[in-house]
């Protein structure tokens, strides 16, 4: 599992981080990103957020990112990073990021066991 460290060091310091981190960015989600930010030229960063909304209450967004925030959790595999923001971690702490290739398409998938439920495309959930 990649080891998980704030993107400030002073946030261990500060208290940001009275509990251990677990959030997991899978070796297949780590190629996909490094496939994607090779082709757009851009570095590999994967923003994990969560917002309010989708058939289930919460709905993930992935976007690559410029650079990680100085609030930010990051988790690195294979040299990408996966970065989440304090508010959205409280929503995915223990959870993995995964890439799925499948015969319905592709696409990142988050296995939340925070999520007591969630809809079929596994893009929203409910707490």
Do not use: W
Request: glycine share 12%.
């Amino acid at each position: 599992m990649a080891q998980p460290v704030a993107a400030d060091p002073a946030a261990h310091y500060l208290g940001f981080m009275s509990e251990p981190l677990s959030i997991e960015l899978t070796p297949s989600a780590a190629a996909r990103v490094a496939a994607i930010a090779s082709r757009q030229g851009k570095p590999a960063i994967l923003r994990l957020a969560v917002e309010g909304g989708g058939c289930s209450g919460f709905q993930y967004r992935f976007g690559l990112t410029e650079a990680v925030e100085s609030d930010d959790i990051a988790v690195s595999r294979d040299g990408v990073q996966l970065v989440v923001d304090p508010v959205s971690l409280d929503l995915v702490r223990g959870s993995a990021v995964d890439y799925v290739e499948s015969l319905g398409g592709s696409a990142f998938r988050v296995t939340n066991p925070n999520a007591a439920s969630g809809c079929g495309c596994g893009s929203s959930f409910a707490i």
